[in-house]
């Protein structure tokens, strides 16, 4: 791999925890396909890791509950013909996805209340709305 990859600020994704197994890979290739593991699935054990802080972990197995078997998180890639490439695609797809599941929430909208004037010009281009549905009827006729 070409580094370590940041999940966010000075946390990173430990290599020693990373679980790798290669296998063979579908598509473009040929017959060197038939003979080469180029397919990737990456492990990750995130009930179990100790790279994270307490808070990132517990919102990390909430957020990706339905992606854990457990505890553990895995991402496969097969993109590319190369393992070397695939590996990379792996690791840079498991930063990304336990980057948004460590993400702090986002904070609470505050109500505000609508000015006066606004509601009221709400209010009147409802009622010109109204009345030209309304002239549109052929009741007169």
Known sequence: MSGPYVIRGSVSLPEAELM????????????????????????????????????WK??????????????????????HRSQWRNRETAAVRLAALLAEATAPPPKPRIKRKIPRGINERRLREKKQRGDT?????????
């Open 20 to 55: 790798w197994r290669f296998s063979r890979s579908s598509g473009p290739g040929g017959q060197h396909v038939n003979t080469s593991d180029s397919q990737v699935e990456l492990r990750f054990d995130l009930a179990a890791t100790d790279a994270l802080p307490e808070v």
């Open 58 to 79: 517990a919102r990390a197995l909430e957020r990706l509950a339905g992606r854990l078997v457990g505890g553990v998180i895995s991402v496969r890639a097969s993109e």
């Open 133 to 141: 549905k309304r002239g549109r009827s052929g009741r007169d006729w």
